[in-house]
């Protein structure tokens, strides 16, 4: 598949100096005396602006970006629609507290989720700041609907840094280690991973939970990632989200969506879920939606958001600006960014497997999208995670102009802004595999 674009049209990825350069090494230098130590900063990167998927560092390096900042970056950098969106709401008001006044772009917001939401039917929208804020408001409002308290969530799972967020993941130790007690009621069950597990040792395990320790009576939701961000970009079976929605149904269980990471156009549909056809009760998102601007939003149906005036609130949570941003970015995933997801992701899938036939460390490749995760093996037979390697790859990449992030215990997430071309994805493809095969050495 010959790309339409050529890199000297785009002059990218380049490195003129050896990254970090000194520009860079004098603002990190500053950051490392006065920034928190709980920053992990993965690699040297000191960003200075970009343009579609093309990162440039303040020392003229250019990178292709296959991270997003962690999938935020859904329009890519300076993107004229969102910029101008921004710029424009900007320029009338910064603020004004949503949860006690009203403005435009809060309630087109608001009714924009709302109608968006799967499975039809009337929908609600609560705006906050973040992801995790939005978990925490999820759980407030399933505990406060159902009057029940226990939360169900799943191994390798992650929800975010506040405390109902720490307690329902379980992806890695440090994300908990020393900030406990966790919040009680939270029970952790295997999720769905192809590679790893089979549906009938998931489906074994909810049931002995349910019948050993925990009525299902007690719980007020069920709290999964549709796809797993944190935990590894897993997918799980169509009958894996199928068994949990059955069962919520069955036992008067709210079924709550965490589609921070996998949700807003980014598999090539506007939400995950919609690829398994099964609904949740309640969703959340975040990250991609603002394109960059801190937003997040919980959607419930109708049925579910009964809890009372001045019982939630946010004082920032829907801010005009990001409120601007986040329009603009819905509508630029129904004009045509989520049909460029599932035409660069197929694109991207493909390469991708072509990589893990030349290579025998790549144990899996799986992905909707541009939401793939490639897993990374110390021996294709045995299936045990290469972590050292991961870490390797996603350092020696950063030097040759390419931005990955890895998750879980050995994968390489691969989510880049959904603007992402031709080009971006063949020429990562090659620095990817050059990559590898040095590292083989």
């Given at each position: 598949m010959?790309?339409?674009?050529?890199?000297?049209q785009?002059?990218?990825?380049?490195?003129?100096?050896?990254?970090?350069?000194?520009?860079?090494?004098?603002?990190?230098?500053?950051?490392?005396?006065?920034?928190?130590?709980?920053?992990?900063?993965?690699?040297?990167?000191?960003?200075?602006?970009?343009?579609?998927?093309?990162?440039?560092?303040?020392?003229?390096?250019?990178?292709i970006?296959?991270?997003?900042g962690?999938?935020?970056?859904?329009?890519?950098?300076?993107?004229?629609?969102?910029t101008?969106?921004?710029?424009?709401?900007?320029?009338?008001?910064?603020?004004?507290?949503?949860?006690?006044?009203?403005?435009?772009?809060?309630?087109?917001?608001?009714?924009?989720?709302?109608?968006?939401?799967?499975?039809?039917?009337?929908?609600?929208?609560?705006?906050?700041?973040?992801?995790?804020?939005?978990?925490?408001?999820?759980?407030?409002?399933?505990?406060?609907?159902?009057?029940?308290?226990?939360?169900?969530?799943?191994?390798?799972?992650?929800?975010?840094?506040?405390?109902?967020?720490?307690?329902?993941?379980?992806?890695?130790?440090?994300?908990?280690?020393?900030?406990?007690?966790?919040?009680?009621?939270?029970?952790?069950?295997?999720?769905?991973?192809?590679?790893?597990?089979?549906?009938?040792?998931?489906?074994?395990?909810?049931?002995?939970?349910?019948?050993?320790?925990?009525?299902?009576?007690?719980?007020?939701?069920?709290?999964?990632?549709?796809?797993?961000?944190?935990?590894?970009?897993?997918?799980?079976?169509?009958?894996?989200?199928?068994?949990w929605r059955?069962?919520?149904?069955?036992?008067?269980?709210?079924?709550?969506?965490?589609?921070?990471?996998?949700?807003?156009?980014?598999?090539?549909?506007?939400?995950?879920?919609?690829?398994?056809?099964?609904?949740?009760?309640?969703?959340?998102?975040?990250?991609?939606?603002?394109?960059?601007?801190?937003?997040?939003?919980?959607?419930?149906k109708?049925?579910?958001?009964?809890?009372?005036?001045?019982?939630?609130?946010?004082?920032?949570?829907?801010?005009?600006?990001?409120c601007?941003?986040?329009?603009?970015?819905?509508?630029?995933?129904?004009?045509?960014?989520?049909?460029?997801?599932?035409?660069?992701?197929?694109?991207?899938?493909?390469?991708?497997?072509?990589?893990?036939?030349?290579?025998?460390?790549?144990?899996?490749?799986?992905?909707?999208?541009?939401?793939?995760?490639?897993?990374?093996?110390?021996?294709?037979?045995?299936?045990?995670?290469?972590?050292?390697?991961?870490?390797?790859?996603?350092?020696?990449?950063?030097?040759?102009?390419?931005?990955?992030l890895?998750?879980?215990?050995?994968?390489?997430?691969?989510?880049?802004?959904?603007?992402?071309?031709?080009?971006?994805?063949d020429?990562?493809?090659?620095?990817f595999?050059?990559?590898?095969?040095?590292?083989?050495r």
């Open positions: 010959a790309s339409t674009i050529t890199p000297a785009l002059d990218y990825p380049r490195i003129r100096v050896a990254p970090p350069g000194p520009k860079a090494k004098a603002i990190i230098a500053k950051d490392k005396e006065f920034s928190s130590p709980s920053y992990i900063k993965e690699y040297p990167l000191v960003i200075a602006g970009g343009r579609g998927a093309m990162v440039e560092d303040v020392d003229g390096n250019r990178y970006d296959w991270m997003a962690i999938a935020v970056s859904s329009t890519g950098y300076q993107h004229p629609v969102v101008k969106a921004v710029q424009e709401a900007a320029a009338k008001f910064l603020h004004i507290c949503g949860t006690d006044f009203y403005y435009q772009g809060f309630s087109d917001l608001c009714e924009a989720l709302a109608k968006s939401a799967p499975g039809g039917g009337k929908w609600r929208t609560f705006l906050s700041n973040s992801g995790t804020e939005a978990i925490e408001g999820a759980v407030k409002l399933a505990r406060h609907h159902t009057k029940r308290a226990a939360l169900v969530s799943f191994h390798s799972s992650f929800h975010g840094r506040s405390y109902a967020g720490m307690s329902l993941s379980s992806s890695k130790v440090k994300y908990r280690k020393g900030f406990g007690p966790m919040l009680p009621e939270i029970y952790h069950l295997p999720f769905h991973n192809p590679y790893r597990n089979t549906l009938d040792e998931c489906t074994n395990a909810a049931k002995d939970l349910f019948e050993t320790k925990l009525d299902p009576s007690d719980v007020a939701a069920v709290i999964m990632e549709p796809l797993q961000g944190e935990g590894g970009y897993v997918l799980p079976s169509e009958e894996f989200l199928q068994y059955e069962f919520c149904t069955d036992n008067g269980i709210l079924l709550v969506f965490d589609e921070v990471q996998s949700g807003a156009g980014r598999t090539g549909k506007m939400w995950a879920c919609e690829h398994f056809g099964v609904a949740p009760d309640i969703f959340v998102t975040a990250k991609g939606i603002g394109a960059g601007m801190p937003i997040g939003a919980i959607v419930a109708e049925s579910v958001m009964t809890w009372p005036r001045g019982s939630h609130g946010s004082t920032y949570g829907g801010n005009p600006v990001a601007a941003a986040a329009l603009a970015t819905i509508g630029l995933i129904k004009d045509g960014l989520a049909a460029n997801a599932s035409k660069m992701g197929a694109r991207l899938l493909a390469g991708l497997k072509k990589l893990q036939a030349k290579h025998e460390c790549i144990g899996d490749v799986r992905g909707l999208g541009l939401f793939i995760g490639v897993e990374l093996v110390k021996d294709p037979k045995t299936k045990e995670p290469a972590g050292e390697l991961m870490a390797a790859l996603e350092q020696l990449a950063f030097t040759k102009g390419l931005l990955l890895g998750c879980g215990k050995s994968a390489i997430r691969v989510a880049p802004p959904l603007v992402l071309s031709a080009y971006d994805v020429k990562g493809l090659e620095i595999d050059a990559c590898l095969t040095e590292l083989a």
